[in-house]
């Protein structure tokens, strides 16, 4: 292939990486990672995103100038990426801003870069047919994520068959029933749900301009289907987000076509008969079969809960805290954040540290006292907390100048008096691009969301301008001759992000592998596979170091030979982890073990556990585990004062704590003989 050709396949490979990219993203898991969906998902986007963007820049070199598709929407995109940029370089963990949170990645500033290049080039390099064929690779995607899921709720599923070798939905905890509430390939119900709501309007739209019999009956299944699988979710949220983007959906119809509606709806009339049939008919039969069933569960739950455990359960929780509840206290913590760190905020991605040092004590009252919010649940208050009043209105500006822009020409008075496709797909859209934004209020976007988020800006503005108008600038005319040069330079970093990205692949394998190990007991073949994981980490990940520097003291009580060795990978790799992620709680707890096995060793250590764990409760001030661990640790030293006043600490912050509880009764008792 000459560099002449170069730029025909430059656009083929970077529309049908793109294809490949939408097509693959929601349908990919991993049964050997750490995280089963989100983590392999954004693994992908990193690679696809790498292979879009060599082939943007080598197209630059051969043509010797750079175009980019005019727009104004490209200005707020570009503040908003500025503003994740400073975010994430004051921040107060910049490794997880960069890299996101661990397992997920989602969010990090890796991933909005990729991304906002995606939306670059698309916007670029996609022709107005191209962007049909992308839409309707995300149609045909989302209709195979919708089969995949929906036997589930039949006790019929392909996940399990792959992962375990039994088609069997049972393969499942009874917190993650498929039975109940259907996640297909994206892990969770509500994730699914908020990917199907994005992909629904675009079906129907799809289903509206197909000028065929055959294709309407296909889009019309496909639909039915999506839809189907929607409503198995049980999402109230997405359902939230979905009522109010049909609604916006039927709206923007009637302003766009004011006066060929009639002639439009006539047309179309047998499909929308058979859409409201099916749909009134699978909400209202399988809406009613699946309360009855999430009934019985939880009712199964809170009986076993009270058999098991009688004399600690209260009311609370043994029925389990309403969510909209839970919600608000989180959102109250989120804006605690915001009003700490009003202009920057705490750091991309870093709600997971900076919410437990202004978590409200309420939240201890809770069933959900003791788990871990990397999100605030609500996508607009962890912008605000985690990026600032600059990075929440960036974002905002964002949305709005693209809700704008397409409104605006969907207003327009169609010249030809004829239906435009164009126009139908864009309310499809911006239908679709409205569920994201109502139900992220109630929730968090993940990789296959982000993604169509992106994608929908950009492949409306393709087709909404009428002709394509470019931001030129050009390379210096001597810059040809070094093409030979540059470009085998340009494909080698290709590869290595590539290669950067398998690396962070098979160090979480490695990762995985020996908590696998650890939990079965064979801490030294843990050690193995966690100093696998520090070796093979392109970026010294904490959460790596911790769990080795955690086993390694394990190891190190139980052996004698290489006792010192073993001290010294656990003190290592403990202080670096601690150095890179200075706040994060679960690295500050483990190292706090880390340094109790230690003291088995050497009394000193022990001082050193508390030291950490008064770091840890600095950083979470309301949350009542740190001084019970610390009491914990006062008691194997002797010391039974402290051990005592930090139970009663605990208490104070949760009364109902009944370890605590049964602990200082213990201790009290001791203390008296």
């Not at 392909?158 to 375990?164: A, D, F, I, N, Y």
């Not at 039975?179 to 994005?198: C, D, E, H, S, V």
């Not at 749909?279 to 098991?308: C, D, H």
């Not at 009003?339 to 009252?365: C, M, Q, W």
């Amino acid at each position: 292939m000459s560099f002449g050709n170069f730029q025909n396949w430059s656009k083929i490979l970077i529309e049908y990486s793109l294809i490949f990219l939408v097509i693959s993203t929601p349908l990919i898991f991993s049964s050997n990672t750490n995280e089963l969906f989100e983590f392999p998902k954004m693994l992908f986007v990193y690679a696809g995103s790498s292979i879009i963007f060599v082939s943007f820049i080598l197209d630059i070199l051969i043509q010797k100038k750079v175009e980019i598709r005019k727009t104004i929407l490209l200005i707020p995109l570009l503040l908003y990426l500025a503003s994740q940029v400073i975010s994430s370089i004051i921040s107060i963990d910049p490794h997880t801003s960069l890299f996101g949170y661990y397992s997920r990645f989602n969010g990090g500033l890796l991933s909005q870069i990729s991304y906002v290049l995606i939306f670059i080039i698309s916007i670029s390099y996609l022709t107005k047919s191209s962007v049909i064929k992308v839409l309707n690779a995300i149609v045909i995607c989302a209709t195979i994520v919708a089969i995949w899921g929906i036997p589930s709720h039949f006790g019929i599923d392909p996940t399990c068959k792959l992962v375990v070798g039994n088609w069997s939905s049972d393969c499942w905890s009874i917190d993650f029933d498929p039975k109940l509430r259907i996640f297909a390939t994206l892990g969770q119900p509500n994730w699914l749900a908020a990917y199907l709501a994005m992909v629904i309007p675009v079906s129907l739209s799809f289903l509206l301009f197909a000028k065929n019999l055959p294709k309407k009956i296909f889009f019309l299944i496909s639909f039915v289907l999506q839809y189907f699988a929607f409503i198995l979710t049980n999402s109230r949220a997405a359902s939230l987000g979905l009522a109010i983007g049909m609604v916006i959906f039927f709206l923007l119809l009637l302003l766009a076509f004011k006066k060929e509606i009639k002639i439009f709806f006539r047309q179309n009339f047998t499909y929308f008969l058979v859409i409201t049939i099916l749909l009134f008919g699978i909400t209202f039969f399988f809406g009613q079969r699946l309360l009855g069933r999430v009934k019985e569960a939880r009712q199964t739950i809170a009986a076993n809960s009270q058999v098991s455990q009688p004399s600690t359960q209260t009311a609370l929780v043994s029925q389990g805290t309403e969510s909209g509840k839970i919600r608000f206290i989180v959102w109250r913590g989120a804006v605690e954040i915001f009003k700490n760190y009003p202009l920057i905020g705490s750091g991309v991605e870093t709600f997971a540290y900076s919410y437990y040092n202004f978590r409200p004590i309420d939240h201890n009252f809770t069933t959900e006292w003791n788990f871990l919010y990397n999100k605030a649940h609500n996508e607009y208050l962890n912008y605000l907390a985690t990026t600032g009043i600059i990075g929440f209105l960036s974002y905002l500006t964002l949305i709005g100048t693209f809700l704008f822009l397409t409104v605006k020409y969907l207003l327009k008075k169609n010249e030809n008096k004829m239906i435009n496709s164009e126009k139908i797909i864009i309310v499809g859209l911006v239908s679709g691009y409205s569920t994201y934004l109502i139900q992220n209020f109630f929730g968090f976007s993940v990789v296959a969301i982000t993604l169509l988020f992106f994608l929908y800006m950009a492949f409306a503005i393709v087709l909404l301008q009428k002709r394509k108008e470019v931001w030129e600038l050009a390379l210096h005319s001597k810059f040809g001759q070094y093409l030979p040069v540059l470009s085998p330079i340009v494909i080698a970093f290709g590869f290595l992000m590539i290669i950067f990205t398998i690396r962070i692949y098979l160090a979480d394998v490695a990762f995985s592998k020996g908590k696998q190990y650890e939990s079965l007991g064979a801490t030294n073949l843990a050690i193995t596979k966690f100093q696998d994981a520090v070796r093979l980490s392109p970026a010294s990940e904490p959460l790596f170091l911790s769990n080795l520097a955690n086993a390694s003291a394990q190891l190190a009580t139980s052996v004698e030979d290489g006792q010192d060795n073993l001290k010294n990978v656990a003190i290592d790799s403990s202080t670096k982890a601690l150095i890179i992620s200075p706040q994060n709680q679960t690295i500050l707890r483990q190292t706090a073990e880390t340094y109790l096995y230690l003291s088995f060793l050497d009394p000193k250590y022990a001082d050193k556990s508390i030291e950490i764990l008064n770091l840890a409760q600095k950083y979470a001030p309301t949350d009542p585990d740190i001084p019970y661990q610390k009491a914990i640790i006062y008691n194997i030293i002797g010391n039974q004062v402290e051990s005592i006043e930090s139970l009663e600490e605990s208490l104070k912050l949760k009364p109902d704590l009944q370890k605590a509880k049964d602990k200082l009764a213990e201790y009290q008792s001791e203390s008296n003989q």
